[in-house]
């Protein structure tokens, strides 16, 4: 191993050391418990170092993989100088190719038409379904073809509200099949949420179905977006066809309301098409989809991805993170209203021809057992869920990898996840990354180097992150501070959706030359990763991402409501919760019944999945002279660090934080 150098000669490009690394080498020529440390270990730093001085060339080769009408130019990268300073990014410009292809002809081609390529379980145990991939194809052909027929053609958006039916999975590579940008909106977002997604991308169609199941509790889908759908008419939008698959496990057609000459049901038309769609090919950096998600301002923004860089990324990720064999079954418990769904439920592993579980139910339906009886049904070797997921019970036999995303998982939560579910056998890819990254960035690589529990260790192939300081300057060494990118990667979002000025404002402009996360982090002395959390307005529950600023306008929105100050707080399952400052409207008094319709506006506006754990009445909220919302001052209140409220003088009322604490106390 000694011959493997990860340096070139003086140790840099373009300025930037691999000093993150060069532990690691000393690492892979360290003795460990077994021996050696596997050979791979300078494979893969290899490899690192390739993509780091030679992007084009690495990025070129994977991207080779892949069926593409036409090659991309000679340069993969273009210059984005109004955006990033210069930076580069890597897009695959003139390429012509198509995700859909990629993910299911290209496959088929290569013999594994008969080969499941999902495997769907129902909300209820024994319902299931399968789809191989050669019936997976038919599928998005009859949807592609019904699509087409009503004229929704490339570049137009397509809204999908639909549950963790195969019908979803299905519905994106139709979209991308024909070209059309798909938006999934989680259906678990309220009809207020959905109807403002709707305004902001304009869909040609909605496609949705009549109800669904959720543990015992049935939700009427159809009904939610008929809702958005009357509000998005009031805003000057209006949406001729409304597809609605009939789930007859939930609903029967009869009992469904209609919207007679907009709403269609897909089992009356779909089937009827032709199980044979000719491919759209699109440009590799025209857009493939648009995925909401919640900032630190009210309005969500709409991360767009394009296709030829998303598609070598999610591909190369799933492949080197989750060490993927063609014999795995692999299993990713997120929705597909989330990125983590579309890029670890649909595409990646489609694109690696690997068999998808795809899950309608609630983990812990009708038991908390219900993950592991799933796991021993598919016989899952690759198991990807949020650290949060309710897991009790033990070791699955099959299990080989597991995966962690959406938060930061603690060691003790780790070693639990490693020792009792993967029974001390199966490595821990804690993969550290976001909407906006589109796959994953800093994760460790199955038997690449030593684990640290609770650290997502190093990053990605091409993948160059930076702690700085306030001042926006990289700090060298053992550190802690802001986590930024430096330079790009293929599977970067390219503009928020008609935003494009609050994409340079939010990512590039905190710290310029870096793209900024918004994540904190901090390096230990052996150059491994940490993620400390979110340092802006945003919170993670059960890995669902939500902005304190879209809780607060909903509850402001309640006639009663006067303010609203909402921070996360430390929560036991669900990671972090959600807890809400609220001062009334003079002469309102506190009470529990106006505690709950508070919790019901913000159900009602944003979705269940978003309602406070706690409100917190607050006579006033603490604010500086300027009138800024001290929320460092309520997140210690919220979680009872009250040694710890620092300086309180620069407030304009320090008295308000001894009122807000006595009220916590008395716990109204
Ligand atoms: C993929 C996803 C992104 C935010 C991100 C960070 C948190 C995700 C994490 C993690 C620590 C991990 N996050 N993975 N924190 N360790 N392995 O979740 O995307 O919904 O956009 O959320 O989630 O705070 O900034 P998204």
Redesign the pocket.
């Known amino acids: 191993m000694e011959d493997v150098s990860i340096y070139n000669s003086n140790g840099k490009r373009n300025g930037r050391t691999l000093d993150h690394l060069r532990h690691v080498e000393s690492m892979a020529t360290m003795p460990s418990g077994a021996g050696k440390i596997p050979r791979l270990n300078a494979v893969i730093l290899e490899m690192y170092r390739r993509s780091i001085e030679d992007p084009a060339g690495f990025w070129s080769d994977i991207a080779s993989e892949f069926y593409w009408k036409q090659k991309w130019g000679q340069e993969v990268y273009s210059e984005n100088t109004d955006v990033r300073n210069g930076t580069i990014s890597i897009e695959f410009k003139g390429g012509i190719t198509n995700i859909c292809c990629n993910c299911l002809d290209r496959n088929l081609e290569s013999g594994i038409s008969d080969k499941f390529a999902l495997y769907w379980e129902g909300n209820e145990p024994g319902v299931d379904g399968s789809l191989t991939y050669r019936q997976l194809l038919e599928r998005v052909c009859q949807l592609a073809n019904y699509m087409k027929d009503i004229a929704v053609r490339k570049g137009d958006a397509v809204v999908i509200y639909l549950p963790m039916l195969m019908e979803l999975p299905i519905a994106m590579l139709a979209c991308a099949r024909i070209g059309a940008v798909h938006s999934v909106v989680f259906a678990g977002f309220s009809a207020e949420s959905l109807a403002q997604r709707i305004v902001d991308c304009k869909p040609k169609v909605v496609l949705t179905c009549n109800a669904v199941m959720r543990g015992s509790k049935i939700i009427y889908l159809r009904d939610i977006v008929d809702k958005a759908l009357t509000e998005s008419t009031g805003n000057g939008i209006s949406i001729d066809t409304c597809l609605v698959f009939e789930n007859q496990l939930a609903m029967k057609r009869e009992a469904t309301k209609w919207h007679e000459g907009r709403d269609v049901w897909w089992q009356d038309v779909v089937p009827k098409y032709p199980t044979t769609c000719s491919v759209e090919w699109v440009d590799a950096e025209d857009p493939l989809f648009l995925l909401y998600?919640s900032g630190s301002t009210g309005k969500p923004k709409g991360v767009l991805h394009t296709t030829g860089g998303y598609m070598i990324w999610t591909a190369t990720t799933f492949k080197y993170a989750f060490d993927y064999k063609p014999s795995d079954i692999y299993w990713c418990t997120a929705d597909c209203g989330?990125?983590?769904g579309h890029?670890y439920v649909s595409y990646g592993p489609l694109l690696n021809g690997a068999t998808v579980v795809v899950f309608e139910g609630a983990p812990n339906y009708p038991d908390s057992g219900r993950c592991w009886d799933i796991v021993d049904k598919y016989n899952v070797t690759i198991f990807y869920t949020?650290p949060t997921l309710y897991v009790t019970r033990y070791s699955r036999k099959s299990l080989r990898v597991l995966g962690?995303?959406?938060?930061?998982?603690n060691p003790s939560a780790w070693r639990w996840y490693y020792n009792v579910v993967g029974d001390s056998r199966c490595p821990i890819s804690?993969?550290?990354?976001?909407?906006?990254?589109g796959g994953f960035m800093?994760?460790p690589l199955p038997g690449a180097w030593p684990q640290k529990p609770g650290s997502?260790t190093f990053p990605f192939f091409g993948v160059q992150p930076v702690i700085v300081d306030e001042k926006g300057t990289e700090i060298e060494g053992q550190c802690s501070g802001y986590l930024c990118v430096k330079g790009s990667w293929p599977g970067a979002f390219r503009t928020l959706y008609g935003d494009h000025e609050r994409y340079e404002t939010t990512y590039f402009k905190p710290f310029p030359g870096y793209y900024f996360?918004?994540?904190g982090c901090s390096r230990d002395k052996d150059g491994y990763h940490w993620?400390t959390?979110?340092v802006d307005d945003?919170i993670?529950v059960s890995?669902?991402?939500i902005g304190t600023a879209e809780v607060e306008s909903a509850l402001v929105s309640h006639p009663q409501c006067a303010e609203a100050a909402v921070v996360g707080v430390e929560h036991e399952i669900k990671g972090q919760g959600i807890y809400a400052f609220v001062t009334l409207v003079e002469g309102v008094p506190y009470s529990e019944e106006l505690r709950k319709s508070l919790v019901n506006a913000v159900r009602n506006q944003i979705g269940a999945f978003a309602a406070p754990d706690t409100i917190h009445w607050a006579p006033a909220l603490p604010k500086t002279r300027s009138g800024k919302i001290m929320r460092r001052i309520l997140r210690k209140i919220a979680s009872r660090q009250l040694d710890e409220l620092g300086d309180t003088s620069t407030l304009a009322e320090p008295a308000v934080v001894d009122q807000l604490i006595a009220l916590g106390n008395s716990k109204i």
């Open positions: 998600t989330w990125i983590t890029s949020a962690s995303v959406g938060e930061p998982i804690d993969t550290w990354w976001q909407t906006e990254t800093i994760t997502a996360t918004g994540d993620l959390g979110r945003v993670n890995g669902h991402r």
